[in-house]
């Protein structure tokens, strides 16, 4: 019993069943089309321009090609961070112009890449010792190294790139995924179909 009201009970709240006011949700940030071309031509700006001892220079150009591959491949295919470190080089049918994709909860599913992000990563393997095959990663973490880029590193790299590219340097990753979903709809695709991807 309610001490200010005597002879009232209450069994239940009577605020239960009213339906509250839902919170706005902020829509997601991406770039625009023109911004997301100025991060991807980013790390070719800073390519070395000679200097330094060879083993520095291609250490230097290796990380930039990589980076132009990674960013291109990001945005053609929408992918998250894991799903790019997860690819390896089967992953890649180079003629049907899909690659094959791992993400949450073990689910495969196959996206359409596009030319250029192939031609990003063909120019990069040209770097490699050797180029990557079967279960080698697409991106590796170094020029030598047969295990795939890292999460931090990559991020760190993209601050820089955004920085370079006079964008805001907090933007993550995630962002590139927006950007591709957005571009595509604004493109004519269907809301279904880029959800499915």
């Given at each position: 019993r309610s001490t200010l009201f005597p002879y009232t009970t209450l069994f239940r709240s009577p605020i239960k069943n009213l339906s509250l006011p839902k919170l706005g949700q902020r829509l997601p940030q991406f770039l625009t089309p023109e911004q997301m071309a100025g991060l991807l031509a980013a790390p070719l700006k800073l390519l070395p321009a000679g200097q330094g001892a060879a083993s520095d220079h291609s250490a230097a150009v290796f990380a930039c090609r990589r980076d132009v591959a990674v960013l291109e491949t990001i945005y053609s295919c929408g992918l998250r961070i894991s799903e790019l470190?997860?690819?390896?080089?089967?992953?890649?049918?180079?003629?049907?112009?899909?690659?094959?994709?791992?993400?949450?909860?073990?689910?495969?599913?196959?996206?359409?890449?596009?030319?250029?992000?192939?031609?990003?990563?063909?120019?990069?393997?040209?770097?490699?010792?050797?180029?990557?095959?079967?279960?080698?990663?697409?991106?590796?973490?170094?020029?030598?190294?047969?295990?795939?880029?890292?999460?931090?590193?990559?991020?760190?790299?993209?601050?820089?790139?955004?920085?370079?590219?006079?964008?805001?340097?907090?933007?993550?990753p995630h962002k590139l995924r927006h950007s591709y979903a957005t571009h595509l709809l604004d493109a004519g695709a269907d809301l279904r179909s880029v959800q499915e991807l």
């Open positions: 470190r997860g690819l390896v080089a089967q992953d890649i049918d180079w003629s049907e112009r899909l690659v094959r994709v791992r993400g949450k909860g073990r689910k495969e599913r196959l996206i359409p890449i596009g030319e250029t992000a192939l031609a990003a990563i063909s120019d990069f393997w040209t770097l490699l010792p050797q180029p990557p095959a079967g279960e080698s990663p697409v991106f590796p973490a170094g020029l030598r190294k047969r295990t795939p880029i890292s999460p931090r590193p990559l991020q760190l790299r993209l601050k820089k790139y955004l920085a370079v590219a006079g964008l805001d340097p907090h933007l993550t």
